[in-house]
């Protein structure tokens, strides 16, 4: 390789190491937050603390 390919190959690399980490932190970010909003939904049923219009789905006029 001639003496700035090796550059643009590393910054290539750099960028694509950077990518996958991102798509990774997002995914796992997700994926705790859709555990949450589960447990949260099953703490609600559980208790039996909806409010009338959410459990209605009116507004309550």
Do not use: C, F, K, Q
């Not at 949450?36 to 219009?53: C, F, K, M």
């Amino acid at each position: 390789m001639s003496g700035g390919n090796e550059y643009v190959v590393a910054a290539y690399a750099v960028i694509w190491v950077v990518l996958l980490l991102y798509v990774v932190v997002i995914g796992a970010r997700t994926a705790r937050l859709n555990r949450d909003a589960e447990l949260l939904t099953r703490l609600i049923d559980e208790r039996g603390d909806r409010p009338p219009e959410a459990a209605t789905g009116t507004d309550g006029e």
